[in-house]
């Protein structure tokens, strides 16, 4: 890690309310070293110049703070990453927040055996990586309605990963998904699904990636109430067909 990429990151982080310490800089630079060398020979992401992924990945991922207080994380609590990639926002807050237990859950395979390596070579015990569908895992009853957050930056519309996320969330936890600043109309969109889903109390935070001229948003919706059994529904159909 350059010496400028390092403070910069120091920097942008303190800002968001996170103390970056020497055992977190080792590991994430452990962890953008195996991420390119993986990357080269399976895609696990477009960005890979190191600034781009301390900013867009690394430190977006760790912007939970803005919605989630950094004394909760502290204190620790259950998160599943759903649709997680390369691990994001998943891993950097499981570096950062020691005491968070994180699930790292994605359908494809190989993303998982990358992530299981990092894991192993961060040396971390507070992750726990899984190969499955959503539609799938949701139905597991050691997951569903057993996690206090459920976040994702998976690119789909909210009401479709409100369908994917919070069969997962237990009540008076809560769903996070990762945006961009244009997020008002899918949020619009997704009341009813929202409501049938057990969701309610919609909060958003718009704000500026530090450092950098990103316009993001962070939606957080809590659980209120049991998630209908027949939901997620099969495979695909929560993409094709949100609840209207």
């Known amino acids: 890690m350059t010496e400028s990429i390092k403070n910069d990151f120091i920097k942008n982080a303190e800002k968001i309310g996170i103390s970056i310490d020497e055992r977190m800089l080792t590991s994430f630079d452990t962890y953008y070293k195996n991420l390119l060398e993986w990357n080269a020979v399976m895609n696990l992401t477009a960005i890979t110049e190191e600034k781009d992924v301390y900013e ?43 005491n968070v237990k994180v699930v790292l859950m994605d359908s494809l395979n190989k993303r998982i055996k990358f992530l299981e390596d990092t894991v192993q ?3 971390l015990t507070n992750v726990t990586c899984i190969h ?61 699904a929202v409501k049938v889903l057990g969701g309610d109390n919609v909060e958003t935070v718009f704000f500026t990636l530090p450092g950098t001229d990103y316009q993001r948003s962070l939606v957080k919706i809590e659980k209120v109430s049991a998630t209908p059994s027949k939901y997620p529904r099969k495979a695909g159909t929560p993409g094709k067909e949100p609840i209207k």
Request: hydrophobic share 35%; glycine share 8%; proline share 4%.
């Open 56 to 98: 867009k990945h690394f430190l977006d991922s760790l912007t939970i703070t803005k919605i989630v207080s950094r004394e909760t994380l502290d204190r620790g609590l259950t998160l599943l990453d759903m649709g997680t990639g390369a691990g994001f926002p998943g891993l950097p807050i499981a570096i950062v927040f020691p």
């Open 121 to 123: 070579k961060l040396g």
């Open 132 to 192: 499955a569908r959503a539609e799938e895992l949701a139905r597991n009853k050691s997951y569903r309605e057993k996690q206090d957050l459920c976040c994702s930056r998976a690119v789909a519309n909210l009401a479709t990963l409100s369908e994917y996320c919070l069969p997962f969330v237990k009540k008076g936890g809560y769903f996070i998904s990762y945006k961009t600043e244009a997020v008002q109309t899918e949020i619009d969109q997704s009341k009813k």
